[in-house]
């Protein structure tokens, strides 16, 4: 364990790099090769613009990093958040440190976007995706990765997480993001046992579905433990789903990025009202 530590401690941006690279690679591969929704689209042109943002969101994470790196140095020297308040073994650190930075760093503001306007505004190019795969777990506009970098670095503090644990859980974050976007046709047995620890697919995927209040679903990360918790899960069969997002559906509005990045700074729309016979 204290090797595991020690890594995460001294992790260079190339293995943090490999890690985003080697994950997006591995899911893109199986998804080509077991897809839930076969592809009648232009996948490589798709993937194009999702790397886009996936460089955008790079950018803004390496640039700001030295934030990260200071309040983790700063908690530590200080002896300030719930992991610095209370002595625990090793692996209890690493578990409910990866569970509640899961919380903190990527559920609640997950769910916070989608109940304040401005912030939906950024987050929805997330949603405008109607071709869910691998790649759009990282299509966030760059205006989004600052707001979730400020959550990650509350969540550093109020947990007290060395930045050890915060690069772990980031690399942890990164993979399971990509394997819970993929578009790969899960065994119904596996996915059912895996989706009692970690958000799986089969999960996550109708919260990408194109309305409400299915889009108000399963905001899960890593852990699936959130949403059931906070009663925000709900199981949908998968096959019926439509991606996207109701209020942003026309061609230009998912597949151009000058448009995408203008999206936050527009005119706010309203969201469709539907029936109860529309209901999954």
């Known amino acids: 364990m204290e090797a595991i530590i020690d890594y995460f401690a001294t992790i260079s ?23 839930l929704f076969k592809a009648h689209y232009n996948k490589w042109k798709h993937s194009g613009l999702n790397i886009f943002f996936t460089l955008t969101t790079i950018l803004v994470n390496f640039s700001m990093a030295f934030i990260l790196i200071t309040a983790a140095q700063w908690v530590e020297n200080n002896q300030i958040g719930l992991l610095q308040w209370v002595e625990m073994n090793i692996y209890l650190t690493i578990i409910l440190g990866l569970v509640f930075m899961d919380l903190f760093s990527s559920w609640l503001p997950h769910w916070i976007e989608h109940h304040i306007k401005w912030m939906w505004k950024f987050h929805l190019i997330h949603h405008t995706d109607q071709h869910v795969d691998t790649t759009t777990a990282n299509r966030h506009h760059p205006g989004e990765s600052v707001i979730r970098f400020v959550f990650t670095t509350i969540a550093v503090i109020i947990m007290g997480a060395p930045m050890w644990l915060v690069f772990m859980y980031q690399s942890l974050s990164v993979v399971l993001t990509q394997f819970n976007h993929s578009n790969i046709n899960m ?22 579905h194109y309305r409400q209040p299915y889009s108000d679903k399963n905001y899960g990360n890593i852990f699936s433990i959130w949403d059931r918790v906070f009663g925000t899960y709900i199981k949908v069969d998968n096959s019926k789903l439509k991606y996207g997002v109701d209020t ?8 151009n990025i000058g448009t995408l990045l203008k999206i936050p700074f527009q005119k706010y729309r309203q969201p469709i009202s539907y029936s109860e016979e529309e209901k999954l």
Do not use: K, Y
Not at 188 to 208: A, I, K, Q, S
């Open 248 to 255: 942003h559906m026309e061609f230009n509005d998912a597949n």
């Open 187 to 208: 065994p119904e047995w596996l996915d059912n046992t895996l989706v009692w620890v970690f958000c799986t697919p089969n999960m996550h995927r109708v919260h990408h």
């Open 13 to 35: 941006s190339a293995h943090r790099s490999a890690i985003l690279i080697g994950g997006l690679t591995i899911f893109f591969i199986i998804e080509n090769a077991i897809p």
